[in-house]
């Protein structure tokens, strides 16, 4: 799979930024045009929150972070760039001279996507000497997380070029969906613009308040549409018989005067007042780079969540999620040393976010167990069980856990895992894993635990293959000569 080697950003505010933010945390070089006086400063914020983000939503290993140059001028940062995503303000005329600098500067096999909103890309094209490689690439924010990008041919646009935008796109994590024609605002603008309509019409009326109109999204059919879609989700809703007995039965409430979506809402002083004072009522506590945060802590647990389901395939958003780590895993993987036997194998990195503290401001008890999972899966990883291996239907299951918790890990605290193998078998692992402070040293926990080679598609346990015991046989020899580690074998509330 081919991706992107260097990116240049046209245009650095929050849709701009975001993009740097994914090319960047992707490995990918960025270099940003963008002649606000503060860019630097916004697009640093943008990256710190994508950064977090980052640092909450996955452990498999990032690639070394891409390095940010801003330049003075368009023609410096297309200079050897092979994506081009230009992220300037909705205006027909300025994206359109815009990108025909973009053209005139990049190399002729560049890509160059728009991030417009709703301008059809035949418009944008229209001045260009190499119109083939320019396309629409809408995405939706945050831009670092969200993984769509609509991708919309011009007239002018090869066929070729959205499925080479698609295939760069992948390895970063995002999904890339061709339309088959061209058409203003394109599919989720024209969604969201209905809806949008319709809940003006809501707020002018007075029906009911701005938090009230979000309280009825989320809490109902945004959670349906966050992993299964409108036609998924009416499917469902049809039963057995399916989406021509929901067709059949609601179809006709199409005819209805329910909305109001052909009549345009009068924007006047008095309701643009109205919607302002009730959205400051409903979120003016919240700053807006905390709002983002906020906003970045959700998705990522709804994408680890849909990560999770589908018998651990993964649904929707997360079934992306699951395949960028597989990517990094196999990346990352690829990259690693040969492990240092003469002492517990140093496995995991990581730090304790904001979305791991419970109301003490200490990491939370699921959480110790999630990053000795993520130490055990590591050591997975080391000997060959890897995604294609459980894929092919066996695994290791962990079986039995003793964990002991010995310090506090807090807010911030970087901390990193280790493992010492005591002895196995053909089908057996028992090892010992040990939490620790990366800045003190100090213990915060250990965990002694068992994992069985199975047969998932059988259900039993069977002797793993001697190609993996092979690769585990050299750890465990080189464990033995090691001191057994404090707490091994211990019993719940043993004494000391």
């Given at each position: ?5 260097k ?5 650095g ?9 994914r ?37 498999a290993?990032?690639p ?7 330049v ?9 760039a092979d ?11 300025l ?15 560049a ?23 320019m ?19 011009g007239?002018?646009t ?8 698609k ?6 994590g ?8 061209e ?13 949008w309509?319709?809940?003006l ?22 959670m ?8 998924e989700?009416?499917r469902?809703?049809?039963g ?5 007995h ?7 409430c ?6 109001k ?25 919240y ?10 802590e959700?998705?990522v647990?709804?994408?680890?969540t ?6 651990g ?5 997360g ?8 990517h ?11 492990p240092?036997?003469?002492q ?8 304790v ?10 990491m ?26 459980v894929?092919a239907?066996?695994?290791y299951?962990t079986?039995e ?8 890990a807090?807010l911030g605290?970087?901390?990193y895992?280790?493992l ?14 040990t939490i ?13 635990q068992?994992m069985?080679h199975?047969d ?15 690769k ?8 033995a000569?090691l ?7 211990r ?6």
């Amino acid at each position: 799979m081919s991706g992107i080697q260097k990116a240049a950003c046209i245009g650095g505010g929050v849709i701009g930024g975001a993009w740097a933010a994914r090319f960047l945390l992707g490995g990918i070089d960025v270099a940003m045009y963008d002649p606000h006086p503060e860019a630097e400063r916004i697009v640093g914020e943008v990256l710190a929150n994508a950064e977090r983000a980052y640092g909450l939503l996955t452990m498999a290993p990032l690639p070394p972070k891409g390095k940010l140059t801003f330049v003075k001028t368009i023609e410096e940062a297309v200079a050897g760039a092979d994506w081009i995503q230009e992220s300037v303000p909705e205006r027909v005329d300025l994206k359109r001279n815009v990108i025909t600098q973009i053209d005139a500067a990049a190399d002729p096999k560049a890509l160059i996507g728009s991030s417009t909103s709703g301008i059809m890309p035949t418009e944008l094209q229209r001045d260009m000497k190499h119109p083939e490689r320019m396309f629409v690439a809408h995405p939706y924010n945050p831009v670092y997380l969200l993984p769509l990008a609509e991708l919309v041919g011009g007239q002018k646009t090869s066929p070729e070029t959205l499925e080479l935008a698609k295939e760069r796109l992948a390895p970063i994590g995002m999904k890339g969906v061709i339309l088959k024609k061209e058409i203003e605002a394109f599919v989720g603008d024209r969604l969201l613009e209905a809806v949008w309509r319709e809940g003006l019409w809501l707020i002018q009326d007075d029906i009911c308040d701005t938090e009230t109109l979000d309280d009825v999204i989320r809490y109902s059919f945004g959670m349906r549409w966050a992993q299964m879609g409108m036609f998924e989700t009416y499917r469902i809703a049809g039963g057995e018989a399916g989406m021509r007995h929901f067709i059949a039965q609601f179809g006709p409430c199409l005819s209805w005067p329910w909305t109001k979506l052909t009549d345009v809402v009068d924007l006047t002083d008095e309701l643009v007042e109205k919607i302002a004072s009730q959205s400051d009522a409903q979120s003016g506590a919240y700053g807006f780079r905390e709002l983002e945060r906020i906003r970045d802590e959700n998705l990522v647990g709804i994408m680890q969540t849909l990560k999770a389901s589908n018998g651990g395939k993964g649904w929707g958003s997360g079934k992306i999620l699951a395949d960028f780590e597989k990517h990094l895993w196999a990346q990352g993987g690829a990259k690693k040393e040969a492990p240092d036997l003469s002492q517990p194998l140093r496995l995991i990195d990581t730090k304790v976010s904001a979305a791991w503290v419970d109301y003490n401001g200490h990491m939370t008890e699921h959480r110790y167990l999630q990053v000795f999972g993520d130490t055990s899966d590591a050591l997975l990883r080391l000997i060959g069980v890897d995604f294609a291996y459980v894929e092919a239907g066996h695994s290791y299951y962990t079986v039995e856990t003793h964990i002991r918790h010995l310090g506090e890990a807090k807010l911030g605290n970087r901390l990193y895992a280790t493992l010492q193998i005591l002895s196995t078998d053909d089908k057996r692992i028992q090892y010992f894993s040990t939490i620790r402070n990366a800045e003190t040293d100090e213990i915060v926990a250990t965990a002694e635990q068992l994992m069985l080679h199975v047969d998932s598609k059988a259900g039993k346990s069977v002797a793993a293959p001697a190609e993996v015991l092979a690769k585990l046989k050299p750890i465990a020899d080189a464990h033995a000569t090691l001191p057994v580690p404090d707490g091994v074998g211990r019993s719940v509330g043993q004494k000391k």
